[in-house]
T-cell receptor
């Protein structure tokens, strides 16, 4: 019940396309859902986050869509760029822990 | 600002050896965390410290100990390294006390145990 299931494991997108990464959870006590971006050899960096009382949050080309009833949330990257090539992790938080998904490796080709 | 600094960047140990991974943050954050990252398993919390003087176990604490030396520093110790501890270790910090929100990560220590 503490798991966060992330898909796909890897994603290849052409420049200018839309990248979509999905996550699902079971524990309804989760109250904060961040996405982290990680480049090779670096630590993850917070990209965008959402609370469950909001269905969508947009920051530039990055959007989180949140479906509370389905217990799913997704990251959409519009106009994907080669510089977006990285590994993306979703996560979900309850009071004393942050549970990460297993990651999606995104490659954006020119 | 350096953010979160981890040392060393790389380390190779033999089974049974001990070592301490160092972490320091200069953002005046209250909480600090140690995660390990393994292929296909995401990041898993080893220990965290919600404030200076407190530490709590995460998902995978066995084989590790931690010390919150002061507000800036949080170290992770492997007393008797095992091949299963081969991993990339990340230290992180955040403003709130134990809130697990908006984590700032270091660039990791890549540890190999032979």
């Amino acid at each position: 019940q503490q798991q966060v299931k992330q898909s796909p494991q890897s994603l290849i997108v052409q420049k200018g396309g839309i990248s979509i990464i999905n996550c699902a959870y079971e524990n309804t006590a989760f109250d904060y859902f961040p996405w982290y971006q990680q480049f090779p050899g670096k630590g993850p960096a917070l990209l965008i986050a959402i609370r469950p009382d909001v269905s969508e949050k947009k920051e530039g080309r990055f959007t989180i869509s949140f479906n509370k009833s389905a217990k799913q949330f997704s990251l959409h990257i519009m106009d994907s760029q080669p510089g977006d090539s990285a590994t993306y992790f979703c996560a979900a938080r309850n009071t004393d822990k942050l549970i990460f998904g297993t990651g999606t490796r995104l490659q954006v080709f020119p | 600002n350096a953010g979160v600094t981890q040392t060393p960047k790389f380390q190779v140990l033999k089974t049974g050896q001990s070592m301490t991974l160092q972490c320091a943050q200069d953002m005046n954050h209250n909480s600090m965390y140690w995660y390990r990252q393994d292929p296909g398993m995401g990041l898993r919390l080893i220990y965290y410290s919600a404030s200076e003087g407190t530490t709590d176990k995460g998902e995978v604490p066995n084989g590790y100990n931690v010390s919150r030396l002061n507000k800036r520093e949080f170290s992770l110790r492997l007393e008797s390294a095992a091949p299963s501890q081969t991993s990339v270790y990340f230290c992180a910090s955040s403003v709130g006390q134990g809130a697990h929100l908006a984590l700032h990560f270091g660039n990791g220590t890549r540890l190999t145990v032979t």
